[in-house]
């Protein structure tokens, strides 16, 4: 069982599978990531929706270079790793 | 290694897990000078109960995968038991054997951990709840005869 296609993602791809999560559980990405960072999420979500949402989230965000301290997205993700 | 190397990868390791990799997506990151990500995501099926939900992060270049966010965790009859993750948020590497609300999302520290040990510690789980991996019982009966253990359940 193979795929001979290959598939690819961006911005527009991630933030509408954010959206399907979004409907799932009514909350706003934005909200949700907020409640995420702040160990809040509601028991309802799964902690592996959770943890797939927020990924989403956060790559939007990288991708769209949305990075609040104004490093390049990937350098910070990077930097974070660098050591594992 | 390519995603289409890495997905191939990811089937062969849940067939000798005894699993089967079901949904599985495998998406490379799109755009001028995009990193060499990739993302993974689907289900290691183990029985018609139970499987273990999977996503990864990863870098691929030249030839290595190296994980930068992931989690695997075990539903059984629809109910998500516990797992393992890592995320970019919070770093460490997590055990989360149930939810509960506080400063911990309701995890403890871990090292590392890999899916097929991800998936063989969901095994262990189902063995301990009367659902052990095709042939086990074959085996235990087999080490029993041999008096190498107790008789079988």
Not at chain 1, 17 to 35: C, K, L, N, P, Q
Not at chain 2, 71 to 93: K, Q, T, W
Request: hydrophobic share 35%.
């Amino acid at each position: 069982m193979g795929h001979a296609q290959r598939h690819y993602y961006d911005a527009d791809s991630l933030e509408t599978a954010a959206r399907v999560f979004e409907r799932a559980y009514g909350i706003d990405s934005d909200a949700f990531y907020e409640a995420y960072l702040a160990n809040e999420v509601p028991d309802r979500i799964p902690r592996f929706d959770a943890h797939v949402w927020a990924s989403f989230v956060e790559d939007v965000r990288r991708l769209r270079g949305a990075e609040p301290d104004g490093d390049p997205p990937i350098a910070k993700v990077q930097r974070t790793f660098a050591h594992a | 290694m390519d995603s289409q190397k890495y997905r191939e990868e990811r089937e062969r390791e849940c067939a000798e897990a005894s699993a089967t990799c079901r949904d599985l997506e495998v998406g490379q990151e799109k755009g001028p000078g995009a990193p060499p990500l990739a993302q993974l995501i689907g289900r290691a099926e183990l029985n018609e109960r139970a499987f273990v939900k999977m996503q990864e992060t990863v870098e691929l270049h030249q030839g290595h995968v190296h994980r930068i966010r992931y989690a695997y965790y075990l539903s059984f009859d629809g109910e998500e038991i516990g797992g393992y993750e890592r995320s970019l948020v919070h770093g460490e590497h997590f055990h989360c054997t149930h939810r509960h609300r506080g400063h911990l999302p309701g995890g403890e520290p871990a090292g590392p951990v890999s899916f097929k040990e991800a998936v063989n510690a969901a095994w262990d789980w189902l063995s301990d709840h009367g659902y052990p991996p095709p042939g086990a019982r074959r085996q235990a009966r087999r080490l029993w005869r041999l008096g190498l253990r107790r008789p079988p359940p």
